[in-house]
């Protein structure tokens, strides 16, 4: 399974971007996938998750400015950024928990990091 992220890059205060993840591989079935982030010198923290069901959760510091969403045919995730803040700088990672077979339990995989930077 890998999960393959793209859509970082350099942004102006205010501005936005998008940020995809796409899963490819053998999945049976996914959890769950989220966005998470780790920005200098601290640790990685939870951006956003969605279910398959479609419920997300967002940490507090994006909502009302991120919002995420997946399109299940394509096991792809995204990350719409919008308002963005200086803060907001750092290596953002996807993750999903999901089962590559039903007979195993599901596991957490992860995508390498994409880097936003937010900065005039």
């Known amino acids: 399974v890998q999960l393959q992220a793209s859509g970082g890059g350099l942004v102006q205060p205010g501005g936005s971007l998008r940020l995809s993840c796409a899963a490819s591989?053998?999945?049976?079935?996914?959890?769950?996938m989220g966005w998470y982030r780790q920005g200098p010198g601290e640790q990685r923290e939870l951006v956003a998750r969605?279910?398959?069901?479609?419920?997300?959760i967002y940490a507090d510091s994006v909502k009302g400015r991120f919002t995420i969403s997946r399109d299940s045919a394509k096991n792809t995730m995204y990350l719409e950024m919008n308002s963005l803040k200086p803060e907001d700088t750092a290596v953002y990672y996807c993750?999903?928990?999901?089962?590559?077979?039903?007979?195993?339990?599901?596991?957490?995989?992860w995508g390498q990091g994409t880097l936003v930077t937010v900065s005039s």
């Open positions: 993750g999903a928990n999901l089962f590559t077979m039903a007979t195993a339990p599901s596991r957490p995989y």
């Open positions: 591989g053998s999945i049976f079935r996914i959890n769950y």
């Open positions: 969605i279910v398959t069901g479609g419920s997300t």
